[in-house]
């Protein structure tokens, strides 16, 4: 079992940035042979992933709406996945997730929901022009 909390959503201006934390608890063994990622679902649109890591070894992996622009990342003691976002855009107003996933379900497409069991609640992200 793996639980998740994220924080540091708010409001933003478009070209200004932001920091996500998602922190992390559970069984060890669980939480540290997994992939993380995070994924946000803006309202009438379908969930989508935007980054992702493996935590074993820290290889990300970026949507390329936001590659370039978001940087994932864990904190040394592994308990605690972070989402860089900046510059920010209008279109990256959403509610964002963070999600943990077993690599036998992740790891061929590591930026689809479907692989991930553990779900956060969730922080919102408004991105104003």
């Known amino acids: 079992q793996v639980q998740l909390a994220e924080s540091g959503g708010g409001s933003v201006q478009a070209g200004g940035s932001l920091r996500l934390s998602c922190a992390v608890a559970?069984?060890?063994?669980?939480?540290?042979?997994?992939?993380m990622g995070w994924f946000r679902q803006a309202p009438g649109k379908e969930r989508e992933g935007v980054a992702a890591?493996?935590?074993?070894?820290?290889?990300?992996f970026y949507d390329d709406s936001v590659k370039g622009r978001f940087t994932i990342s864990q904190d040394s003691t592994k308990e605690t996945l972070y989402l860089h976002l900046g510059p920010v855009k209008p279109e990256d107003t959403a509610m964002y997730y963070c999600a943990a996933g077993p690599p036998w379900k992740t790891r061929l497409q590591p930026l689809r929901a479907s692989g991930y069991d553990y779900w956060g609640q969730g922080t919102q992200v408004t991105v104003s022009s």
């Open positions: 559970g069984s060890k063994s669980s939480r540290d042979s997994n992939y």
């Open positions: 890591i493996y935590w074993v070894d820290g290889y990300t």
